[in-house]
């Protein structure tokens, strides 16, 4: 959210993770992740800005499965494995090693210490898990179907 704020712009790839943790982990309606990228874009689209939300969040034309869940973590590591774009843009992780910074809240608290970084302080605490959070979209999108 940084990157978009400051520069109004997002590779696709963190576009349709940041869509699928706040249509599918925290179930907020897909039309309001629009808006915001709608006002916040330089190369707004509406149609494209509206149908990938709407892919993101499994319903339109041509929408992603309901069960398609993003896993932000995996995604980090996979795309991001050093942490470049993290460090870049969320610095108060960026003492992490590599291998905590897609997941600050799984590091020992002495790696933490040495990072400087105190949970709930320096970054905040996950407001959902990530299992959890698939499993309750999963859940509540099934149970829309017919």
């Given amino acids: 959210m940084r990157q ?4 109004g ?6 576009r349709m993770i940041a869509a699928s943790v706040l249509v599918k982990h925290l179930l907020q309606p897909w039309n ?3 808006k915001w990228y709608w006002d916040t874009l330089v ?3 509406l149609g494209a800005n509206t149908m990938g939300w709407q892919w993101a969040g499994g319903c339109g034309a041509d929408a992603a499965p309901y069960f398609r869940v993003f896993n932000p973590v995996l995604q980090g590591e ?3 494995p050093d942490g470049e774009y993290v460090r870049r843009w969320v610095p108060e992780l960026a003492k ?3 291998e905590w910074i897609h997941q600050p809240w ?3 608290m002495h790696v933490l210490a040495e990072a400087g970084i105190k949970l709930g302080k320096d970054y905040p605490v996950p407001l959902i898990g990530l299992t959890e959070g698939r499993d309750r979209a999963l859940k509540a999108l099934k149970a829309l179907r017919p």
């Fill in 4 to 7: 978009l704020w400051q520069t």
């Fill in 9 to 14: 712009w997002q590779h696709n790839r963190v």
């Fill in 32 to 34: 309001a992740g629009a």
């Fill in 43 to 45: 190369d707004a689209d």
């Fill in 78 to 80: 996979k795309f991001d």
């Fill in 96 to 98: 992490l090693p590599a």
């Fill in 106 to 108: 799984e590091a020992p």
